[in-house]
C-alpha cells in the first residue's frame, strides 16, 4: 500500500502538483479529431488536468487550444466566433489567434498597442491518428512527438474513441496493468472469454516480471499451460506502460492493437482514449464490427457529454440474471466490466494507503514507484527521460502460448514494429530482472 502522502501526490494532477506538472512534460491526448473536424466550426469546450479549454480549428486547419476564460474579462471563449485567422470573444470582440496572440481589441484607439502586449494561454497541438494531441508544458522542455505506430498510418487503419470515466486516472491504468482480474472479471461462467485472445488464460496463478524500458516498463505475466501432447508450454501477456499514462492491451502477433491512454479531467474525473489499429491492411468488415457492437474495449458513449451509454446511473446496464447464469457480472463488454470496478472502487478517489496488496499485484506496485519517482526528481529539478524516448513509443503488446524453453524476451522482440533498429532501440534495456 502507499502511504497517504504519496497517494495524495499520485493522484493529484492540478498545476503546480508534482505529478500534474509530470503530465505537462509529455504529450497527451486532448480530443479526438472528430470534436474539431473543420476550419469555422464552433469552438469546443474540454478540460486537461484541471484545465478549462478550448479548441477550434483555423483555415489553414490548425487547431487552436486556448484557456477557456479570456484574458480581458475572464468571459468563456466557449462562446466566441471561430473567424479564418482566430477565435473572437463575443463580450468585447477581442480575438485571438491559435498561439494565443491578441489580433484585435476593437474597443481600444486604433492607435493603442496594448493588443501587442496581451496573449491568451495557448498551447501547442498536433494532429496525429484520429486524436489531437496537446502539449501543456513549458515553452523550452516540449518533446519530440512520440512515435506511437499508429499516427503514422492512413486513415481506414485504425480506430480512436474516447469516453468520460468518472474516476481518478491512476485507477483506470492499474486496472489495465492488472492482468489477473482477467480470469474472474472477464470470464463467462463456462470457462470461456468474451473476447478473442483470451482463451489460454486459466485458473494458473501468473509469475510476473517488470522489465523498465526507455519509455516506462513491460509488464510481463507467465501462466503455465498444457499444450496437446503432453508439451509444456508458457502462456505470456505482456504490457507496455508507456509513460506518462498509456498501456497496449496484450494481443496475439497478427491480430489488432489496442492503445489505451487515462488522460486526467480533473482528479476524479479521466478522459479514457482507445486505438485499434492494423499494420498489414486496412480495416475489414470484421475489424469494423468488432468496435462498433461496443462490447469490447471500445463502448457506446453519448456523444455530447462521452459518458457511457453502460454507466453507474443504470449499474451498467447489469442483467441479474445473467450474473446468476452466464458471467461474473451480468455485464456485456470488456470495457463496460471495466468500469464499475474503477469508478466505484472506494469512490472516484482510491484511498490506497489502506488497501492490501498480493503477489498478482506486482506491476501496480512498480507503475506506482515509476511515476512517483518520476514526479518525485522533477519536483527536486531532474528532468524525466521518457519524454525524449520518441522511438520507444513504437512498441507491440503480446500475448503468446509458446514452448517453455524459449524466453519471453525473444518472443517479444520478435513481433516488434519494424524499422528493426527502432525496436531495438525501444526495448534495449529489457533484461528480464523479477522485482
Request: with cysteine; charged share 25%; aromatic share 8%.
Amino acid at each position: 500500500m502507499l502511504s497517504a502522502a504519496d497517494n495524495e501526490l499520485l493522484t493529484r494532477t492540478g498545476r503546480c502538483t508534482p505529478m500534474g506538472e509530470l503530465f505537462r512534460r509529455f504529450w497527451i491526448p486532448a480530443l479526438l479529431e472528430s470534436e474539431v473536424p473543420e476550419a469555422g466550426a464552433p469552438p469546443v469546450k474540454t478540460r486537461l488536468l484541471g484545465e478549462s479549454l478550448v479548441a477550434f480549428r483555423g483555415a489553414d486547419g490548425t487547431v487552436g487550444l486556448l484557456e477557456a476564460r479570456c484574458p480581458h474579462r475572464h468571459a468563456s471563449l466557449y462562446w466566441g466566433r471561430n473567424e479564418p485567422d482566430g477565435i473572437r470573444c463575443v463580450y468585447h470582440g477581442w480575438k485571438f489567434a491559435p498561439d494565443g496572440q491578441c489580433l484585435d481589441m476593437p474597443a481600444e484607439p486604433e492607435d493603442s498597442a496594448f493588443k501587442d502586449k496581451v496573449r491568451a494561454v495557448a498551447y501547442p497541438t498536433r494532429v496525429a491518428g484520429g486524436i489531437v494531441w496537446a502539449y501543456l508544458g513549458p515553452a523550452d522542455k516540449r518533446p519530440p512527438f512520440p512515435e506511437l505506430e499508429w499516427t503514422e498510418l492512413p486513415e481506414g487503419w485504425f480506430h480512436a474513441s474516447k469516453r468520460l470515466q468518472r474516476c481518478n486516472w491512476f485507477q483506470n491504468v492499474e486496472g489495465e496493468l492488472d492482468t489477473a482480474h482477467v480470469q474472474f472479471l472477464h470470464r463467462n461462467l463456462d470457462g470461456q472469454y468474451e473476447r478473442a485472445g483470451l482463451a489460454d488464460i486459466n485458473k494458473a496463478n501468473p509469475k510476473y516480471t517488470i522489465a523498465e524500458t526507455p519509455a516506462g516498463m513491460l509488464a510481463v505475466a507467465q501462466r503455465p499451460v498444457d499444450s496437446a501432447g503432453g508439451n509444456h508450454e508458457n502462456y505470456w501477456r505482456i504490457t507496455p506502460f508507456l509513460m506518462p499514462s498509456f498501456t497496449l492491451v496484450p494481443s496475439r502477433a497478427g491480430d489488432l492493437q489496442t492503445f489505451t491512454a487515462a488522460v486526467p479531467v480533473d482528479d476524479e474525473n479521466v478522459w479514457g482514449f482507445t486505438v485499434t489499429w492494423r499494420t498489414e491492411h486496412p480495416f475489414d468488415d470484421a475489424d469494423r464490427a468488432n468496435y462498433e457492437t461496443g462490447t469490447q474495449l471500445h463502448v457506446h458513449v453519448d456523444p455530447q457529454t462521452f459518458i457511457p451509454l453502460a454507466n453507474r446511473e443504470n449499474d451498467y446496464l447489469r442483467d441479474l440474471e445473467k450474473q446468476r447464469t452466464v458471467n461474473f457480472t451480468g455485464i456485456t463488454g470488456i470495457r463496460n466490466q471495466d468500469l464499475p470496478v474503477q469508478e466505484d472502487q472506494d469512490g472516484p478517489l482510491m484511498q490506497r494507503q489502506s488497501e492490501h496488496l498480493g503477489t498478482s499485484d506486482r506491476a501496480i506496485v512498480a507503475a506506482r514507484r515509476l511515476v512517483l519517482r518520476a514526479a518525485k526528481n522533477l519536483a527536486n529539478g531532474t528532468e524525466p527521460s521518457q519524454p525524449g524516448q520518441a522511438a520507444a513509443y513504437r512498441v507491440h503488446s503480446l500475448a503468446v502460448s509458446a514452448p517453455a524453453e524459449v524466453p519471453w524476451t525473444d518472443l517479444f522482440e520478435s513481433v516488434q514494429p519494424s524499422p528493426a533498429d527502432t525496436a531495438r532501440a525501444a526495448n534495449h534495456a529489457l533484461t528480464g530482472e523479477a522485482r
